[in-house]
């Protein structure tokens, strides 16, 4: 199983959002989507969901982008509120549900609240939690689909330090539990750098770098998507740690 993306490009009206990506993404293994605000991050997502229509070719488990089991999580979560964490993530199971909600569906909901320690909210209403815990459920509904292919997009941005490590962990241990291609999106460079199996720097639309954490989230890498100077700090067990010091944009004032 795989994702692949050969020439893909994503255009909204005349304006190409994402331009001639190519990309694969094996089974077992987390590829991190970085770049600055509008570098085409959540279109390559959309892109592989087949929620936008795109150029190119896109492979999803052998089939056309969209005929696939895919779990995903938008950037914008919009839900109605009537409803309960519970019934949200029972929602991820809108492909498996009969007339009768099944004792294995519930099943799968529990394991997943469970697994993500979101149980003593699952008859909370969604209108009733935090920004952070309303993530979680989405993100909990994402992977109660059993999905082939997880894309996950900016899936910690409300959640403290704490939360952020620990979705992070599920998220890479379900990947290789359940052999799952998995696209997350991420702001936090030193986040993807630890959780990812590979990485895919867009800039402007086009993939300015794609390959191992350390050789994508270079110095001279984040100067160039980011325009910002960075500095890599080694720590004591040997990991590395990005830094941003500086932007190199004319148009901050000091
Ligand atoms: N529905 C749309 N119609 C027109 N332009 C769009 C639409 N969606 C996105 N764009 C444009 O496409 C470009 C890429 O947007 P995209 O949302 O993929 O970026 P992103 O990297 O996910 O950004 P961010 O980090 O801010 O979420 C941007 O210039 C954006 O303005």
């Known amino acids: 199983m795989s994702v692949e993306l050969q ?9 190409a959002a994402l331009q001639d990506v190519h990309l694969c993404v094996q089974a077992g293994r987390v590829l991190g989507i970085v770049g600055a605000n509008g570098s085409g991050k959540s279109s390559l997502v959309k892109a592989v969901a087949g929620l936008v229509p795109s150029e190119g070719r896109i492979r999803v488990c052998g089939h056309a982008a969209g005929r696939c089991k895919i779990g995903y999580m938008p950037q914008d979560l919009q839900a109605p509120m009537a409803l309960t964490v519970l019934e949200v993530v029972l929602l991820g199971r809108l492909g498996q549900l009969r007339l009768r909600v099944q004792p294995d ?3 799968a909901v529990r394991q997943v609240l469970q697994r993500l320690g979101l149980e003593v909210l699952a008859g ?9 815990q309303r993530q979680m459920a989405f993100l909990a509904q994402a992977l109660v689909s059993e ?3 997880l894309l996950l997009d900016e899936p910690i941005s409300a959640l403290d330090i704490c939360h ?12 290789i539990e359940r052999q799952l291609c998995t696209l997350i999106v991420l702001h936090d460079l ?19 770098a794609w390959g191992a954490p350390e050789q994508v989230l270079t110095v001279d890498n984040v100067a160039a998507g980011f325009d ?5 700090l080694a720590c004591d067990d040997g990991t590395r740690v990005l830094v941003s010091r500086q932007s190199l944009r004319g148009w901050v004032k000091r």
């Open 164 to 175: 952020q490590l620990e979705v992070l962990e599920v998220v890479r241990a379900m990947t």
């Open 124 to 132: 909370r209403y969604l209108n009733e939690l935090s920004g952070g």
């Open 147 to 149: 999905p082939a292919v």
């Open 190 to 208: 030193n986040a993807t750098a630890r959780f990812a199996d590979d990485v895919a720097l867009l800039r402007d639309g086009r993939l300015l």
């Open 7 to 15: 020439g893909v490009t994503v255009r909204y009206g005349p304006r």
């Open 105 to 107: 569906d519930l099943d």
């Open 228 to 232: 910002t100077r960075a500095e890599v």
